[in-house]
């Protein structure tokens, strides 16, 4: 009997530990916001011009 109620413990410990942890995951790593636009940069443009090289001496 005590070595089932353990178990049982165990499993109730371990079920407890893994939704803390999902729950700090996701809300530190904000994963249920997609970013903004207003933080999105523009992808570089192929057809513009390359700054000068600089002088070699």
Avoid: C, I, N
């Avoid at 413990?9 to 893994?18: D, K, N, R, S």
């Avoid at 970013?35 to 992808?43: G, L, N, T, V």
């Amino acid at each position: 009997m005590v070595k089932r109620l353990e178990q049982v413990a165990a499993l109730v410990v371990a079920a407890g530990l893994a939704l803390v942890s999902y729950w700090l995951f996701f809300s530190w790593a904000q994963g249920d916001r997609l970013p903004s636009p207003a933080h999105q940069q523009a992808p570089a443009r192929l057809d513009q011009a390359r700054p000068p090289a600089p002088p070699t001496p």
